[in-house]
């Protein structure tokens, strides 16, 4: 577990253990072909350790926000990335170099992108239902994870969430602990951050936050990656806002048609006003949907088939470190759930690209 000792009043962890290397980063890395993302503070390229030739992410991150130094909140990033070490679902850290300006994470390299490019694609290569099972149960064992060790993500969206390989579909990789906090029992965190379509009624009540707060997002998540739409997305952020605190969402056919009752049944489980009846990532890893043959929509699978895909899509969690304990079920079995049915969509109805961290309004903490 976090070390209580080492958070601040914000649930910021300042205490890391990776050494901060100032030799020249370029040294050891040569950056390869184009940008891989970029935030407001932070740019993301692809790069290659000359010694290994192994491809890797550094993220490069302002050390000045603002006219304000943000050092800490750099720290607190690799330190959730280290806590996060033995789980296969979070991002891999290598390395940390510190220059005047920057600091640079030299992250695993997630070669498929981010899932946003499939929770946006047309019929062909949108996630079927069984994809977005397997990718669900990934998402909520790392989840899981981090929330086992009083650690909340925060700005769970889909360009949060990168995958190992697009086609095949690979393994998830949740990245960007920028707005993580640690959650004890004996402090309480209220702070206005995270993004729009994605934040839960109770940072925009100003209400503490908790494990719970991820929960909501993963529903908003799973409800974007089964039908290509935003549930919450209004035309002005007001309206966004004001969808999230009446629950104004769309379980319709017209929505979900193609897409399982259980799914929708997941996903209601999440969408709850009321944090405590919000299921946990525990619960939610025990949901019908995330365990079951749709034997209606599915042939079932025989014994060696299932063994087959779990090796595929759910490694072992290595061993806990650095004091981390693991939630009690490292692995579980992937089921087979319904056919290549294609997730319910016609097309695409984002009205605009989702927002970058750039438009989050209120303001995020430095
Ligand atoms: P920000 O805090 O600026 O949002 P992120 O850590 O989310 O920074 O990185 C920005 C983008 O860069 C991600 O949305 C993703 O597209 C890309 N990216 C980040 N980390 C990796 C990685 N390890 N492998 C591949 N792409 C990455
Ligand atoms: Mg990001």
Known sequence: MLDSAVT????????????????????????????????????????????????????FLRKRRKGQDCR?????????????????????????????????????????GEIFNQCVADNDEAFTEKDVIRLARQILMGVAFLHWNNVVHLDLKPQNILLTSAQ??????????????????T?????????????????????????????????VLTYVMLTGESPFLGEEKQETFLNISQVNVDYSQDVFHGVSALAVDFIQSLLQKNPRKRATAEECLDHPWLNTHLTSLAAPTMPDEQEASQSESEPESPAPSLGLVSPP????????????????????????????RTDIQPELIC
């Open 187 to 219: 402090s309480e965190l209220r702070e206005i951050l995270g993004t729009p379509e994605y934040v839960a009624p109770e940072i925009l009540n100003y209400e503490p936050i908790s494990t719970a707060t991820d929960m909501w997002s993963i529903g």
């Open 329 to 356: 079920y490292p692995t579980y079995p992937t089921y087979p759930a319904q056919g290549e049915l294609k997730a319910g969509r016609d097309a695409f109805s984002f009205s605009e690209p989702f927002p970058t």
């Open 72 to 112: 800490g909140d750099i720290l607190n990033e690799i330190a959730v990335l280290e806590a996060a070490k033995a789980n296969p679902y979070v991002v891999g850290l290598h390395d940390v170099y510190e220059t005047s300006t920057e600091i640079i994470l030299v992250l695993e390299f997630a070669a498929g």
């Open 8 to 59: 601040s009043k914000s649930g910021m962890v300042t205490k890391v253990h990776t050494r901060i290397r100032t030799d020249l980063f370029k040294n050891n890395y040569d950056l390869v072909g184009k940008e891989l993302g970029r935030g407001k503070f932070a740019v993301v390229k692809k790069c290659v350790e000359k010694s290994t030739g192994q491809e890797r992410a550094a993220k």
């Open 168 to 185: 095949p579909l690979g393994d998830i990789r949740i990245v960007d602990f920028g707005l993580s906090r640690c959650v004890d029992a």
